[in-house]
Structures are given as C-alpha cells and as structure tokens.
C-alpha cells in the first residue's frame, strides 16, 4: 500500500492537474470559474451578524459547504485547518468523545461548545460525545477568552456549531461503511408543521469500530427545530435527542520516560461488560421582536437532562499480578437550565450598545461505587470482575452562574473600531453538608481594530485586545470524596494581529500573537486510584499563529495554518512521591510546541470532487517534571469522489499513514495516554432530492 505522505502527493497533483486541464465533452477548453469569495458571518462574538475581519479577535468561521468537500463528519475531522487548534480524538469521555487544545492547553473542560446559541454541556463539561455535525450552515471558532454574552464559561476558545436553518429546502439522504465494521445512516428533510411555521428534522445513527480491542460507539440522533418568521419578528423552537453507547479503550501506562512496553498496542484493560452510556435530551425555544422603534430583543431559553452510567477500569500496577487494576460504576444525573434576555441597538452616531442578562443552572448527582480486579497487561480477555451492586459513595454539585454584561462599540473614523465589555458575574456552587462557595467579579474586554488600507473587498487591519475572565473550577464527579471546592480559574490575556484581504477577496490572511496568564488552573490528580482534581498555581500560555486561506479558480480552497505556543508553569508546587517539587519554567503536559497544517479540495457542484491534508503536532511532554519527551508527529487525511444534480460518492481515508502516536492524557487512569486512532477508510453516498 502507498504511504500517507506519497497518496496525500498523488492527490494534491492530480486534483491540480484536473482544474488545470478540465476540458467539455466537445473538447473545448472551460473558461475559468471565477473565485469567488464565499460571505462569512459570525454571531459568537457580539450576537451580531458580522464578518470575521471585522472583529477585533482571532475568529474563523469553517462553512458547511467546506465540511462537505472535507468528508468532515467529527469535530476533529471539522477543525483540523483551524488556526491554532489541535483536536485530539477520543480520550476519558470515550471513543466517541474529543480533547480539544487551544492557545497550547489540553484541558476537556477549558474550551467552550455552543450550538445554535445555547451552551451544549451547561455549567460542567463540553458534551462533546453527543454532538452531531449532520446539516451544519457553519462553525465558528474564536480563540481565547469567551466574550461577556457567555460569562465564565471558557478560558482559551469557543466552538459554535450553527445548524441549517428551520426554512432550507435541502433534503438529504446519506450512508456510510468503513474499517472497522463502521457504518452510518443519515437523513436531513423538511417536514410539515403548523401554519406559516418552517420544520426541519435531522436524524442519524452512526456505529463506529476501532482497531482497539473491544472498543466501539454507536449513536442514534435526532435534530428537530422550527420556526416561524414574520417581518420584524422571529420564533423558534428546537429539541435534541441523543442515545450514546460506549465501548472503551484503555489508555496506555506511561513506565518512566517512555510508554511501557509491557503493554501491547491497543489493549484493553477495562473489565468486561465495560459502558459508557448517556441519554441526553435539550429542548429550546426563543424569539427576537423589533422593540423601541429599531431596537431588536432577543431571548433564548433550553433545558437539557442527561443520564450516564458507566463502567470501566484502568490498570494501577504494571505487572501480571492480583488486583492490578481498580474499577468503579456510577450513574450520573445532570439538569441545567439556561436563559438569556438581551437588546441590541443599532449603529448609531457612530455607536452601538448591547445589555444583557442570563442564568445558567446546573445539578449533578452522581452515585457509585468501586472496586479491585485483576487484568492481564496483553488485554488479551476482558477481565471479570466482581462489580459492585449497592452504591456506596456519591458526588454531588449545584451551581448556578447568574450574570449582568453590557458591550458597546465606538467608530469615531470608518478607520477606527474601538469595542468593550462589561459583565458583573455571580457565581454559585454547593456539594452538600455544608461545603459551598460563593463568587461575585468583574470580568470584561477592550479591543480595537484600525484599518491601515481598504480598496473595495481588501484591506490591510490591526487588531488589539485584553480580556479578563474567571471560571469556577472543573467538577468531574468523581468517587475519591475529596470534598472541598476548588479556588476560581482566572486569567488576564492580551492579543494583537493583522488581518489581511486581498485579490478581490479571494485570499485571507491573519497573523496574531498572545500572551495569557493563569491562576488557579484545574489539574487532574490521583486520590486513592480515583481521579481528583487540585488547583495548580501560576501558569503563563503564550505565542503567535498564522492562517492563510486561499479560494482557487474550479470551485478549490486551500488553507494553511502555523502555530508556535509556550505553555509554562510559572510558580506551581506539586507533590512527586512525597517530595514537594516546584514545577516553575516546566512546560505544561502534552502542550506542542509547534502545530501546523495545510489543506486543498476540490468541490464543484458537478464533477470529480476531491480534499487532501496535513496535521503537525510538534513535540511534548508527557508528565509536569518534563522528564517524558514525545517527538513531533504528522496525520495525513484524504479523499476522492464524484458528484452529480442528485448523487455524491465518497472515498475518505483518515490517519493513512497509520500514525499511533500520543495524543491525549487521561485524568481518571494514573499516567496513562490515548494514542491515535489506526489508519481507517470511509465510503459514503448522499442522495440529493
């Protein structure tokens, strides 16, 4: 079989080659299709319609249109040419599941995922496991600090998932079968609904295997929202329903410096019957009217419960012997309820305003227990063991965010954008008998944008920016009782850039650097062989990125992105086999060094379609002290098909050169690492009609 590397080439030259010579059936030479520059938007940022360059921020949007030339159908295949991004797949949450990085931290809960406007995992984690990618219009990708709409929710970046509309047309059906014995089945429709009122239903089942012993998902999903729109007024409503089941992979037990080689590639050590199984269902509804005059007043509500019940284990002692492993089953419940109300103004006078104020409501139950059993390191069975039956341990949380922003953006020159926000946050958390914790703070931003040269769609701009924000830590349910609530996160970060447009739009180019210092970040340790969490002091993340887009003649993009980030401990004591070791100037774990990508497609609306690209992620370290060193590694993706008015067939193939290497730590098993998943293939057919 040819390499990653040399099928990634084939295809880049030959999918060149055919937009350079497409010829019509008469033989006649086809006069170039224009490149013409595709409108972007984006709403994450100020709730306002707005063209990323037009923002004082590090902000890209990744339209529908390109995900389908991608093949892209996770959240890792989604944002693999994104800026600054790494996305590593799988991980504690299970196969089905993502860890993302941004700005060089790891962290699953650092980021946050909004879809369609409400926050999708409330007050605690990212549900990144339940979310489908089916009849996306776009996703936007903003790095650093979440803006004051969402209050204290995200530290280093936010990902909203925006879906087609309630009104699109479009109707779809679409199947998949891969490695792995994986396959999928897909349909995205209109359906009838009362009045003047637009319905859409999007649902799909997806079953996906892995090389890995014993380990596979499959998911049944469900996307309804309607809608109805008149004049100056809209409502809507939307409900998503997600069934998940789990089959996990192990992590594999770092010994030293190096993974050991006790343990073979893809063994699994979990016991048997092992599930990571959860039911989730959202509901939401909001409206928007015109209020004092040409105002516009916009509110949003949802309601999401989800039920988990989980069995697993991980290995706690790297020999053949008795008991090496510790388990645990718990069940977990989690309702939150999110409400915002907010009035946007108009430009006016060279202003405009927005107030707002929202709530975000979480409880969390969660009842287990644990236990000892005993697993062979070759993972060669899955091991029995004595689960137990009567839950004698708990972790609960309450929380509740309430709060107050208000933002405003000043053009005193058509030149000259100057923007600012303010939010009063209140913050709320209570873990029973008598162990709770209460936070009223500030946090807000300030940011500007000069126009150095504009000529119609081009222009050369500047941008600056300093957030302030805070987040109450991390709570992961975990069994070890630890008890207490940990210090707020907090951060100050600053930013500036440039943001280029030129040839007529057809080519985008931003470079940015940042610097953030941390307090208090959330670190994953080990209590007792279950995961806890601690504070870790003063941490400093800082660097710079680059992105260049570029839209070819023939209907082809291409993209390219480099990062450079030093994430380090700047003033952090941790405990190492009894020692207090000061973790000051280390790097912080499994942060690269240096990530970059580069990507091409071809998708005319007719006609050989066709995408290839490249991932970089540089080198790491395994554990704080930087004892562990892991080199830099490259993924290769790629696929071909052709299209027709009414049909799609695809060929994608992921991981081709079959790359194995690190990409994410656990914080439930004791240094231990997800690697990437094996080398797979995908074919697909959509019908159009």
Known sequence: MLSGRRLLVGIVAGMLSLAASAEPADGQALPPKPAVPIATIEVVATRTPEAPHDVPLSIEVISGADLRARGATSLKDALALAAGVAIAPGGDNG??????????????????????????????????????LRDVERIEVLRGPAPVTYGATSFVGVVHVVHNAAAASARYLAATGGSFGSGSLAADVSVPFVGAWKSRLSADFDKQGFADDRTSFSRGHALWRAAHVENDSKTWITADLSMLRQDPASPQPRDGATLSASVPLDANHNPAGAHLDEDRLMIAGGWERAVMGDATWGTNASFTHSSQRILRGFLVDISNTANNASGYRENIGVNDLYADTHIIWPAKSDWRFMTGVDALFANGNAEGATFNYTALLNGSTAPSASVPSIFDKDAKDQRLFLGAYGSAEWRPDPRLTVSGGLRLNETSES????????????????????????????????????????????????????????????????????????????????????????????????????????????????????????????????????????????????????????????????????????????????????????NYTGDRFMNMRNTAPLAGFSSYDAGIGYRTGRWEFRLDGHNLGDSRDVVSESEFGDAQYYRMPARSIRTSVVLKF
């Open 431 to 614: 873990r029973g008998a008598g162990v709770s914790a209460t936070n009223t703070r500030l946090s807000g931003s300030l940011g500007l944008m000069y126009a150095i040269w504009e000529a119609g769609p081009n222009h050369v701009r500047v941008f600056a920016n300093a957030r302030d924000t805070f987040k109450p830590a991390a709570f992961d349910f975990s069994l070890a009782g630890s008890g207490g609530v940990l210090k707020p996160e907090t951060s100050r970060s600053y930013e500036g850039g440039l943001k280029f447009r030129g040839f007529d739009g057809t080519v985008d180019f931003e470079a940015s650097a940042f610097k953030m210092d941390f307090e208090n970040l959330v670190t994953a340790t080990v209590v007792n062989n279950l995961p806890a969490l601690i504070n870790s002091g003063h941490t400093r993340f800082q660097g710079f990125e680059l992105a260049l887009n570029v839209r070819l003649e023939h209907a082809m993009f291409a993209r390219a992105s480099y990062s450079s980030h030093d994430a380090k401990f700047v003033d952090f004591v941790q405990v190492f086999d009894g020692v207090p070791t000061q973790l000051g100037g280390k790097r912080v774990e499994m942060s690269a060094k240096q990530l970059w990508s580069a990507g091409i497609s071809l998708s005319p609306d007719e006609g050989f379609i066709a995408s290839a690209s490249v």
């Open 95 to 132: 196969p089905a599941s993502a860890v993302p990085e941004f700005w060089g931290l790891r962290e699953f809960d650092a980021f946050l995922l909004v879809v369609d406007g409400i926050p999708w995992g409330g007050a605690f984690n990212p549900a990144v496991a339940t979310l489908s």
